[in-house]
């Protein structure tokens, strides 16, 4: 799993980072980014306790996984996953898959590992 860009690719020291954060809403805050899976490869099943999070599939027809049920995604689809929502992306093809990831608000602990 590659990711090309996002909040995570930013440098900042942490005197930075909490002076930043105190500027700014919580619910203004978001973590995104472009996400390419390569063939066999699974984004890793998860699930936040108040973050929710959107993908947007631009390139492939991966499976997305929202409580164990798999969902056949193509080019355009866009799955919102609420808090508690136990989710994965695996691309079961021959070919990348390339998506986008929003996350709001962003809490970087925020991660419930199954």
Not at 3 to 19: A, I, M, P, V
Request: glycine share 6%; proline share 7%.
């Amino acid at each position: 799993m590659e990711t090309l860009y996002g909040k995570n690719k930013r440098k900042r020291n942490d005197l930075q980072e909490r002076r930043f954060r105190s500027q700014i809403p919580v619910s203004w805050s978001k973590d995104w980014g472009v996400i390419v899976l390569k063939p066999g490869e699974m984004m890793g099943c998860h699930g936040h306790n108040e973050v929710e999070e959107t993908f947007y599939f631009i390139e492939g027809t991966p499976k997305m996984i929202v409580n164990d049920v798999p969902y056949e995604a193509k080019v355009g689809d866009a799955f919102r996953i609420e808090p508690l929502e136990k989710h994965d992306v695996h691309n079961d093809t021959d070919s990348p898959v390339k998506f986008v990831f929003i996350k709001c608000p962003y809490i970087p602990d925020d991660k419930i590992t199954y």
